[in-house]
């Protein structure tokens, strides 16, 4: 009896450690902690659509550092430059082959960066447009035409691109010309009408509970 209780206490510290998100905090000078409040409000409108129970504190993890893998949903944004060293590169690859989720949300100019970034962390693995279709944008909330317009920037469609492990599972988004991040901040910083807001707060709901669940 004691053995089975000892388990269970184990099993549930795991389960409590793994309600927690993460920023990642990387190098070569972009703004990685751009939008400050968009985590925070993206955590409470999940927790209180879905009943989930994610940590309101959002750590920083450095890419190479080992306390990345304690978190099931890392967040990237900015909008300059992005390096990721060999250890950097090679530590991101393991987490995310092991189950861990990165989702890169362009702020505007990312792109380029980030594409080269990635490159680093699978040289044989290619970022592809996800159709609306993917379960992402089933997850919790439908959206039939995938990926929803929040903010203009170059008046480009906005996109979604994936890299999936070999059973299928996506474990690197890049959100391109949406700009969820800036939809889940205060909407005092942006002045976005509540259902742009809500989109994107939807939006990211599926993000985390994909994140957790899949």
């Not at 751009?34 to 750590?59: A, D, H, R, V, Y």
């Amino acid at each position: 009896m004691r053995l089975i209780l000892f388990l269970v206490l184990i099993l549930s510290i795991g389960y409590l450690k793994a309600q927690e998100i993460a920023l990642l905090k990387y190098d070569g000078g972009g703004d990685w902690y751009s939008n400050p409040t968009s985590l925070p409000n993206l955590i409470e409108f999940t927790n209180q659509t879905t009943g989930s129970k994610i940590s309101k504190t959002i750590k920083e993890v450095m890419p190479d550092d080992q306390e990345l893998f304690n978190f099931p949903f890392v967040h990237l944004t900015g909008h300059g430059n992005i390096f990721f060293s060999d250890k950097a590169a090679t530590n991101l690859r393991n987490y995310l082959l092991s189950g861990g989720f990165l989702h890169a949300d362009d702020n505007y100019g990312l792109r380029p960066y980030f594409e080269e970034a990635i490159k680093k962390v699978f040289p044989d693995r290619k970022l592809k447009k996800l159709s609306n279709s993917h379960p992402i944008f089933n997850t919790e909330f439908k959206f039939e035409n995938g990926l929803p317009k929040i903010h203009e920037h170059d008046g480009k469609p906005a996109e979604a691109f994936g890299i999936e492990n070999d059973n299928g599972r996506l474990m690197v988004l890049f959100t391109y010309e949406s700009d969820l991040g800036n939809g889940w901040e205060d909407p005092s910083v942006h002045g976005d009408p509540e259902e742009i807001r809500l989109e994107a707060l939807k939006m990211g709901t599926n993000l985390l509970k994909y994140a957790f669940n899949e």
